[in-house]
């Protein structure tokens, strides 16, 4: 039972544009059309639990990308569009209750995604495991990964792989120090 | 003749705490008092190039660091103490005539130095390689690594490195497609 983090950043801790453009990682680079990790990574996911302002961006794209659950993290959102049925929900209330409500009805390893969720997450010290793909660019501006949270967390570095000979992709592990 | 980043940063893209505080970085388990790689890195530069800010930080430090002529970036500061003669000197003027000068100066590979001077070398375009040192910790909060700067810079990958099984350094090269 854990809650994860698999994102790609810029250099300077961007994972979109101000606008929430994410044009920038459909230019890395990938001949051999890898995946960087994606699948062995959500194949050992149960749900995925995201903000609403990235799944209206994921709306957005030509086709549903989620293998698993999605749930929704909104208290504004009234109900979903019908033919999201059985791939996406609602979810409502506090991280704690949240996590362990999913957690109950089966959910156990929990994909943790879009910066306000990381970071709201993070401020409960609720994440435990995080692969973050470092792109070898400065985008100067943006939504960051991380924001100002009231606490220091250590982590341990598990791993780190090239990816490409472009993409500096790293494990991190909660400390238990 | 290059402009080099040398730096250590958390997770969250800090170099120091919000009161300019490094003891985190003390915090990194060094059994093999490595020297992280920054031996081999100032054996290549000619120079130091530091804001007031990283250069008031360093006068607090037991003893001067610097195996190379360092020149502090301020319009401020009017002189020295006297104990910092051929060790330290304040440089003014903008960031271009200054590289120019110095490299004129004989000073050719410039270590930058400095989350303020580091970014305002960046929104020149200044910053030909950049070694950054990632420490498995959210600060959360403090002085950034990178701030806001109105351009995208790409970089190329050149060697990602894992030291002690805890930090990973990257060596990026400012990249000229």
Redesign the interface.
């Known amino acids: 039972m854990a809650n994860y983090v698999f994102i790609a950043e810029s250099?300077?801790?961007f994972i979109a544009t101000a606008s929430g453009g994410i044009n920038?990682l459909n230019e890395i680079p990938n001949p051999d059309k890898s995946d960087f990790g994606y699948n062995k990574f959500i194949s050992n996911i149960d749900a995925i639990v995201m903000g609403r302002i990235s799944f209206e961006k994921v709306l957005t794209f030509d086709e549903w990308i989620y293998p698993k659950p999605v749930f929704v993290l909104s208290n504004t959102l009234e109900f979903l569009n019908e033919n999201l049925s059985g791939k996406a929900e609602i979810i409502k209330g506090d991280i704690r209750n949240i996590i362990s409500r999913l957690n109950q009805a089966g959910y156990k390893n929990l994909y943790i995604d879009g910066g306000k969720t990381i970071q709201s997450f993070?401020r409960e010290n609720l994440i435990d495991e995080?692969i973050?793909t470092?792109v070898?660019?400065?985008?100067?501006?943006g939504i960051t990964?991380?924001g100002?949270?009231?606490?220091?967390?250590?982590?341990?570095?598990i791993r780190?792989e090239?990816l490409n000979?472009?993409?500096?992709q790293?494990c991190?592990k909660k400390?238990i120090k």
């Open positions: 250099l300077d801790g920038w993070l995080m973050i470092r070898p660019v400065l985008l100067g501006s990964l991380f100002n949270i009231d606490r220091k967390i250590n982590f341990d570095h780190t090239v000979n472009h993409l500096v790293s991190y400390s």
